[in-house]
């Protein structure tokens, strides 16, 4: 069984532990290919400075909306990156998943690369999402209306966050599931 991967990365701390992620789909037997969102960079050049012998391996797995962009100049059908991708995946992760990501998907917004991709997913293929927050955002009323929502439609596999003491130094529920679990969970559910 093939195990093609969108792994959509959001504005979260959390994404300090993409590459753990990445080398542990890697090693799953996932293939990867990244989409990021504009909140994203802050904390993947943060990753990038500290690790800088990734940059490669990052940017070769990156897939940029500019293809999008260009792809929009070409007479040839079939140049359409965001649905080409959609094809390509067997499923999508989310990981980490911002609480204003998560916002923008169960109201249909596509506004950047990441959630039109997610949009554009057929009800057939698992969107695996793991989030990452502040305690005080997970929970925010609003936002566990927004959850539960996403928690009704099959095709979301949500893989909670856990109490542990937060990057921001607070104690309570936000904290991104751990690698491992991550990747057992997908493992699970797409076998």
Known sequence: MSKNIILG???SVATI???????ELEKNGFRVKIITTKASWLFVFSVLFRKPQKIFKFLKIWE????EFTGAFSKKKGKVRHINLVKWADA????PASANTISKIVHAL????????A???PQDKKIFIAPAMNVNMWQN???QKNMEELEKEQMYQVIGPVTGTLQCGDEGIGKMA??????????????
């Open 9 to 11: 990365i959001t504005g």
């Open 17 to 23: 532990m993409i590459f753990k992620l990445v080398d």
């Open 64 to 67: 940029s909306g500019l293809l």
């Open 92 to 95: 999508m992760l989310i990981a």
């Open 110 to 117: 596509a506004d950047n690369f990441l959630t039109t991709i």
């Open 119 to 121: 949009l554009a997913m």
């Open 141 to 143: 009323p609003f936002f």
């Open 178 to 191: 751990s690698v491992r679990e991550i990747v057992e969970r997908m493992n699970n559910k797409m076998s």
